[in-house]
């Protein structure tokens, strides 16, 4: 299956949420019976035994392996930013796409050090969608095709997919899906993002309660995703069922690739269920997101700049635990006595 | 130096405590004005930030990097064990450090994904310390022998020191250090462990209350460890304060290493400044123990295995942090615009 090739029509996307594979519960047995066997007290390595089995699940492989990990990285503007809702200025996004390619930006650090393979997708860096505060981000047909766009990261035999972004004022789209798929008041979505001081954070909250109100009570996911974008989140919506079709877990960064997944979970609570969140973001309304998810994220650094950062971490910690449950010996093996009776 | 060569008598240890090395505070400084240079909003790293200053300021380095890091993992036995406090005979403590040497346990896989070295310390394996119940673990002679061997972990010019330990009934030890020196009741530090029965539990907390009544109110923190031992608990205090004075930062694993490092922030609160709490332990009073001394762990992932392992996985993000803050573009190099005045 090639998912990219075609640009679905956004209801045959909500027709795909009802075909999406379940897990490999022969899998999940497998890793369950070795690991049980392998000379530790059952349990004792806690999440990363969680996360061999969730990764046996989505590869469907009973002998999960982490070898062609993938960050993918979604780059776009946002015309939003004209209100003055980042510290940054939007030029900003293309400078550090051009930092990505250059080497110096964070995630290129954190993919060498763990050895992952990182793309950037640019996404019409020079033509931002309009201000969600006054008009829809998309037509029908560019949601759709951006979509696809996204589907395009599962690609070339990747075994685990990274989500990250870059996006001079994304705090503020994905703070707006929150606040229309998950209910609330603006401000309970608003945050800082790369450190805007009160006024902006006014601003912001201003944005995000024209954008919300302009949509009229609108729930349908991809009608939300539509009407607020960005670009990033939508191209992240595609590679999310994408990489469900294909047998690649995914790992979601941070507090605007959670949007994505919230776009996800919107359209059916299930259809998640192969993605691990990888932190929970210094951004303070990721945890309530994360929360309405009912997800418990891997780790909790204070991070607060995607890229696929969190991500990139928590990677680093699933192939560990693959390679542990790989490489341990059994009691058999080593010789060693099991539990005593009492 | 080297801080091994001689046994220090007990009293001399704690004159040594009063010598400790402080923070190297331009090393801190040289990491924060280069931080604020790096292409991404101040402060987004978050804790990762944090791990660089810490390195450098107990590396005494501007530049800190984890080149050589050692887990180092103290194993021995123990009396108390004879009174079935731990799911696992004592056999297996021996059996462990085999599989170990071969290859086959959880730390030799995890230090193998991030590349430390390990070593793994015998401590008297057929010489159990007496079951702490009825008798003192040590003489002062034997204690302050013990401490000094752990202060030999420190050397081969290692520049990142991981704590880990194995053996059997050593939760039962660590829970009675906890409450002689932290106070509360023996039902307070007692878990579970490598997962005992109900039981197991009554026997253990037994074990506790017998030791700790026995210490009459003692809480001078030397003499704790002397009555209470274990051996791998002294080891592991001589290897913390030895590698302050070699100017090696430290990362604590789990609930029996955080014990020695509670007993030497008994002996001063500041000694344990250039300790790194790796893990909140699924052994419930990890976290007392942790809260006791003020201590963030940096991950919490349910392990509760010990070897080193939280402590291997915390090394393996210090390294990606110190890389990260090395290895980044400044906004300069990158021709990034920076923060705008909004």
């Given at each position: ?60 492989n ?39 390619a ?64 870059m ?37 912001k ?87 309405v ?43 060693i ?6």
């Amino acid at each position: 299956m090639t998912p990219a090739a075609t640009v679905l029509p956004l209801d045959d996307i909500r027709a795909l949420v009802e075909t999406l594979p379940g897990p490999d519960t022969d899998a999940i047995a497998a890793v369950r019976a070795r690991d049980a066997q392998l000379t530790k007290p059952p349990g004792s390595l806690g999440r990363m035994e969680e996360l061999v089995e969730w990764l046996a699940a989505w590869q469907a492989n009973p002998r999960p392996d982490v070898r062609r990990p993938l960050v993918a990285v979604f780059a776009t503007n946002h015309g939003v930013a004209e209100r003055g809702v980042s510290a940054f200025p939007q030029d900003v996004t293309r400078q550090m796409v051009e930092n990505f390619a250059a080497g110096g930006a964070a995630i290129n650090q954190f993919c060498i050090a763990h050895d992952l393979g990182l793309k950037v997708f640019e996404l019409a860096l020079d033509l931002p969608t309009p201000d969600i505060a006054e008009a829809d981000a998309f037509d029908e047909a560019a949601c759709a095709a951006t979509i696809a766009y996204g589907m395009e990261a599962v690609a070339g035999g990747i075994d685990l997919l990274c989500l990250g972004e870059m996006g001079i004022a994304n705090t503020t789209i994905a703070a707006a899906i929150y606040n229309a798929l998950f209910g609330g008041a603006p401000e309970d979505w608003v945050g800082r993002g790369t450190g805007i001081d009160d006024e902006g954070i006014k601003r912001k909250t201003d944005a995000v309660r024209l954008a919300v109100d302009r949509l009229d009570g609108e729930r349908d996911a991809l009608e939300v995703l539509r009407r607020i974008g960005g670009r990033e989140i939508a191209a992240m919506t595609g590679a999310i069922l994408a990489a469900r079709m294909e047998h690649v877990p995914v790992i979601i960064d941070g507090f605007v690739a959670t949007a994505a997944a919230a776009v996800v979970y919107a359209l059916a609570p299930d259809a998640i269920a192969h993605c691990l969140f990888a932190h929970r973001s210094a951004e303070t309304a990721h945890d309530k997101a994360l929360n309405v998810m009912g997800q418990k994220p891997l780790l909790d650094l204070g991070l607060r700049l995607g890229e696929g950062t969190g991500a990139a971490l928590a990677a680093g910690l699933v192939r560990v635990a693959a390679r542990t449950h790989a490489g341990m010996a059994t009691f058999a093996e080593a010789g060693i006595a099991g539990k005593s009776e009492s």
